[in-house]
């Protein structure tokens, strides 16, 4: 009976602690997040991408060849799937939240990269927020997206399996379902840097 009420209690307090720490990176402006990533990095741990915007991300490559987060999440239409239902071609998945700043800043552009490579790469945008779609599809309501859906996961299963602690992230998985890239941080996918990151695994399709 204790390991059956210990357990849960354990996992909501890490939950609770990760969520914490990705609304306080969310909350810094984007040189806090520049100089936080450049004190830490090393040549291997990623390269610092900063648009004229003021998006801060990293780029890691230290992830590639793994295969995809095995975790379950919730499809628009209320199905469970996996990201391994999405194998066949490139997927990018972007971890993100409705009270995450840079977040709500990349939303656009993902959805007018989802549009732009719509027959060559699945974008998927999958919500963390635990409250699920009493917040996101309100928001979704008011952006009127062209391509993106309501992707779902209350639990957070992804930015755990992900492992970041940051949001947004960015996954780029290969058509073989094995990750090529990711960015920790925001990005702007409309820019030079995106389209040529992207178009290596693109062009192999």
Do not use: H
């Amino acid at each position: 009976m204790i390991l059956e009420f210990f357990v849960p209690f354990v996992m909501r307090t890490v939950l609770f602690m990760v969520l914490v720490m990705s609304l306080a990176a969310c909350d810094r402006d984007s040189g806090e997040a520049e100089q936080e990533f450049a004190e830490g990095e090393t040549q291997d741990e990623g390269e610092i991408i900063e648009s004229v915007s003021g998006l801060v991300g990293k780029l890691d490559i230290s992830q590639r060849g793994t295969d995809m987060v095995g975790t379950t999440f919730q499809a628009p239409d209320g199905r469970t799937v996996r990201l391994s239902d999405f194998i066949g071609k490139p997927v990018l998945v972007n971890i993100w939240a409705t009270w995450c700043a840079p977040c709500i800043v990349e939303m656009p552009m993902l959805d007018e990269l989802a549009v732009r490579e719509k027959d060559r790469l699945e974008v998927l945008v999958v919500s963390q927020d635990i409250q699920g779609a009493e917040k996101v599809l309100p928001f979704f309501a008011r952006s009127d997206f062209r391509e993106l859906e309501p992707y779902l996961d209350p639990e957070n299963g992804l930015s755990f399996g992900f492992g970041s602690g940051l949001m947004p992230t960015t996954v780029l998985y290969n058509a073989q379902g094995k990750e090529v890239w990711r960015v920790i941080g925001a990005m702007d996918w409309d820019g030079a840097k995106a389209a040529t990151l992207l178009e290596e695994t693109l062009s192999e399709n």
